[in-house]
C-alpha cells in the first residue's frame, strides 16, 4: 500500500483541499529562509491545527535548531519531522535526544553512491529527492539498489509519471508538491486526482 505525502501547504485553502482529497501526509516547510513556501511558527500551528484526523503533519526543516524542531514535535502540532539540509549524525543525535517522535532524512540522489550513503541513515524513513528539492525535477530511479526499509520518492512526481514511478520504483510513499501547482498555488483538483490515482493503483495492487 504506497502512502502519498502532499508538501508545501501554506494556505487554509490548501488545508481544505488535503481534508478533502485525505492523503496520508500534509507538509509544511518551516521557517525556510528563500522558500516561497516557507511557515512560521504561528502559521504552521494554525494550519496544521486544522487537518482532520488520520491525516499526519509533517515539517520540512533546513538546518534548523534542533529546539525548533523537538520543540513542535512535542507540543504535538508536528507528527513528523522532515530533515532536508546537511544535518549530520551529531545533530541527529542531539535531536534524538530532544525527541523519540519519526525523523525522515532526505538525500540527493545523483549517483549510487549517494544511494548508499543514504541507507547508513538512523532516521526511521528516508527520502529520495533530486538536487535540493522542489525543483519538480526526476533523478535516475535505476540509481537506487533494493531498499528494505521505509522511504518517500520525491522530485517531479505528477499525474504524467505517479504510476510509472509507484510499479517501478515501489517506494512506501510518494511525495508530491510543485505538480500539484497552478500559477503557484496548490491546485485542490491536482491533489484529488493524485491522490485517487494512488488509492486506484493499491486497490490493483492488492
Known amino acids: 500500500m504506497t502512502k502519498i505525502k502532499i508538501c508545501g501547504l501554506r494556505r487554509p485553502q490548501d488545508i481544505e483541499a488535503v481534508n478533502a482529497a485525505?492523503?496520508?501526509f500534509a507538509g509544511f516547510v518551516v521557517e525556510v529562509p528563500g522558500s516561497r513556501r516557507s511557515v512560521d511558527k504561528r502559521e504552521l500551528r494554525e494550519l496544521a491545527g486544522r487537518l482532520e484526523e488520520g491525516i499526519l503533519s509533517v515539517g520540512v526543516f533546513v538546518n534548523a535548531p534542533p529546539e525548533?524542531?523537538?520543540?513542535?514535535l512535542e507540543e504535538g502540532?508536528?507528527?513528523?519531522?522532515?530533515?532536508?539540509?546537511?544535518e549530520d549524525e551529531i545533530y541527529m543525535a542531539e535531536l534524538r535526544r530532544l525527541t523519540e517522535k519519526p525523523l525522515i532524512?532526505?538525500?540527493s540522489i545523483q549517483t549510487g553512491q549517494d544511494a548508499e550513503?543514504?541507507?547508513e541513515s538512523r532516521a526511521d524513513y528516508l527520502l529520495l529527492d533530486q538536487g535540493r528539492g522542489g525543483t519538480?525535477?526526476?533523478?535516475?530511479?535505476?540509481?537506487?539498489?533494493?531498499?528494505?526499509r521505509p522511504f518517500f520518492l520525491a522530485g517531479g512526481l505528477g499525474e504524467e509519471n505517479l504510476e510509472r514511478a509507484i510499479r517501478q520504483v515501489r517506494p512506501w510513499a510518494v511525495?508530491?508538491?510543485?505538480?500539484?501547482?497552478?500559477?503557484g498555488q496548490k491546485d485542490p483538483e491536482k491533489i484529488l486526482r493524485a491522490v485517487d490515482l494512488v488509492r486506484r493503483l493499491n486497490r490493483q495492487q492488492n
Open 175 to 183: 511525495d508530491l508538491s510543485s505538480s500539484l501547482e497552478t500559477d
Open 105 to 107: 532524512q532526505a538525500f
Open 22 to 24: 485525505r492523503p496520508d
Open 117 to 119: 550513503r543514504a541507507l
Open 77 to 86: 502540532t508536528l507528527d513528523l519531522a522532515q530533515l532536508h539540509g546537511q
Open 136 to 148: 519538480g525535477q526526476t533523478f535516475d530511479w535505476s540509481l537506487l539498489p533494493e531498499i528494505n
Open 68 to 72: 525548533l524542531v523537538a520543540e513542535l
